[in-house]
Nanobody
Framework: QVQLVESGGGLVRPGGSLRLSCVVS????????IDWHRQAPGKERELVAT???????LYAKPVKGRFAISRDNAQNTVYLQMNSLNDEDTAVYYC????????????????WGQGTQVTVSS
Protein backbone atom coordinates (compact mmCIF):
# COMPACT_ATOMS: atom_id res chain seq x y z
CA GLN A 1 0.00 0.00 0.00
CA VAL A 2 1.37 3.36 -1.00
CA GLN A 3 1.55 6.11 1.61
CA LEU A 4 2.67 9.70 1.55
CA VAL A 5 3.77 11.29 4.80
CA GLU A 6 4.55 14.99 5.08
CA SER A 7 6.63 16.59 7.81
CA GLY A 8 8.44 19.79 8.61
CA GLY A 9 5.55 22.15 9.21
CA GLY A 10 5.32 24.44 12.19
CA LEU A 11 5.12 27.99 13.43
CA VAL A 12 7.51 30.49 11.89
CA ARG A 13 7.85 34.26 12.00
CA PRO A 14 7.34 36.38 8.88
CA GLY A 15 10.50 36.34 6.81
CA GLY A 16 11.50 32.97 8.15
CA SER A 17 12.05 29.64 6.43
CA LEU A 18 10.82 26.09 6.66
CA ARG A 19 11.63 22.91 4.79
CA LEU A 20 8.86 20.42 4.20
CA SER A 21 9.45 16.77 3.38
CA CYS A 22 7.19 14.17 1.81
CA VAL A 23 8.21 10.53 1.96
CA VAL A 24 6.54 8.05 -0.37
CA SER A 25 6.52 4.50 0.96
CA UNK A 26 5.10 1.18 -0.16
CA UNK A 27 5.40 -0.96 -3.24
CA UNK A 28 5.20 0.68 -6.65
CA UNK A 29 6.93 0.75 -10.00
CA UNK A 30 7.54 4.40 -10.67
CA UNK A 31 7.11 7.77 -9.04
CA UNK A 32 6.08 10.30 -11.66
CA UNK A 33 5.26 13.97 -11.02
CA ILE A 34 5.02 15.08 -7.42
CA ASP A 35 3.23 18.25 -6.34
CA TRP A 36 2.89 20.37 -3.26
CA HIS A 37 -0.52 21.91 -2.71
CA ARG A 38 -1.82 24.06 0.12
CA GLN A 39 -5.16 24.97 1.58
CA ALA A 40 -5.65 28.05 3.71
CA PRO A 41 -8.68 28.41 6.01
CA GLY A 42 -11.78 29.24 4.01
CA LYS A 43 -9.99 28.87 0.69
CA GLU A 44 -9.75 26.21 -1.98
CA ARG A 45 -6.74 23.95 -2.23
CA GLU A 46 -4.18 25.36 -4.65
CA LEU A 47 -1.13 24.03 -6.41
CA VAL A 48 2.12 25.47 -5.08
CA ALA A 49 4.83 23.64 -6.99
CA THR A 50 5.38 20.54 -9.06
CA UNK A 51 8.42 18.52 -10.03
CA UNK A 52 8.70 15.90 -12.75
CA UNK A 53 10.53 12.60 -12.44
CA UNK A 54 13.37 14.23 -14.35
CA UNK A 55 13.59 17.14 -11.95
CA UNK A 56 11.84 19.88 -13.92
CA UNK A 57 10.16 22.23 -11.46
CA LEU A 58 7.29 24.66 -11.92
CA TYR A 59 5.89 27.13 -9.40
CA ALA A 60 2.71 29.03 -8.75
CA LYS A 61 3.11 32.77 -9.11
CA PRO A 62 2.69 33.62 -5.39
CA VAL A 63 5.68 31.47 -4.40
CA LYS A 64 7.99 31.81 -7.37
CA GLY A 65 11.40 33.00 -6.28
CA ARG A 66 10.74 32.13 -2.63
CA PHE A 67 10.03 28.39 -2.68
CA ALA A 68 12.11 25.58 -4.15
CA ILE A 69 10.91 22.05 -4.81
CA SER A 70 13.38 19.19 -5.11
CA ARG A 71 13.34 15.41 -4.98
CA ASP A 72 15.59 12.54 -4.01
CA ASN A 73 14.52 9.66 -6.22
CA ALA A 74 16.67 7.17 -4.33
CA GLN A 75 14.84 8.02 -1.11
CA ASN A 76 11.42 8.53 -2.72
CA THR A 77 11.29 11.90 -1.03
CA VAL A 78 10.29 15.34 -2.21
CA TYR A 79 11.15 18.58 -0.43
CA LEU A 80 9.75 22.07 -0.39
CA GLN A 81 12.15 24.74 0.81
CA MET A 82 10.13 27.80 1.76
CA ASN A 83 11.89 31.11 2.29
CA SER A 84 10.70 34.66 2.98
CA LEU A 85 7.47 33.34 4.42
CA ASN A 86 4.56 35.70 4.98
CA ASP A 87 1.17 35.32 6.59
CA GLU A 88 -0.44 34.48 3.24
CA ASP A 89 1.61 31.28 3.22
CA THR A 90 -0.26 30.02 6.28
CA ALA A 91 -2.01 26.83 5.22
CA VAL A 92 -2.02 23.08 5.43
CA TYR A 93 0.50 21.81 2.89
CA TYR A 94 -0.21 18.56 1.08
CA CYS A 95 1.97 16.31 -1.01
CA UNK A 96 0.42 14.70 -4.10
CA UNK A 97 2.11 12.02 -6.20
CA UNK A 98 1.36 10.45 -9.56
CA UNK A 99 2.40 6.82 -9.18
CA UNK A 100 2.61 3.90 -11.57
CA UNK A 101 1.80 1.15 -9.12
CA UNK A 102 2.20 -1.98 -11.25
CA UNK A 103 3.17 -2.75 -14.85
CA UNK A 104 -0.44 -2.58 -15.98
CA UNK A 105 -0.88 0.75 -17.80
CA UNK A 106 -4.20 1.45 -16.10
CA UNK A 107 -2.71 1.03 -12.63
CA UNK A 108 -1.58 4.61 -12.39
CA UNK A 109 -3.00 6.57 -9.47
CA UNK A 110 -2.82 9.84 -7.61
CA UNK A 111 -2.06 9.71 -3.90
CA TRP A 112 -2.34 12.41 -1.25
CA GLY A 113 -0.67 12.81 2.09
CA GLN A 114 -2.52 13.95 5.19
CA GLY A 115 -0.89 17.35 5.24
CA THR A 116 1.34 19.39 7.50
CA GLN A 117 0.36 22.73 9.04
CA VAL A 118 2.44 25.80 8.31
CA THR A 119 1.62 28.91 10.33
CA VAL A 120 3.36 32.21 9.70
CA SER A 121 2.81 34.62 12.54
CA SER A 122 4.69 37.12 14.64
Amino acid sequence: QVQLVESGGGLVRPGGSLRLSCVVSGTFMRLNDIDWHRQAPGKERELVATISSGGIALYAKPVKGRFAISRDNAQNTVYLQMNSLNDEDTAVYYCNADIQVTRHPSDRKLYWGQGTQVTVSS
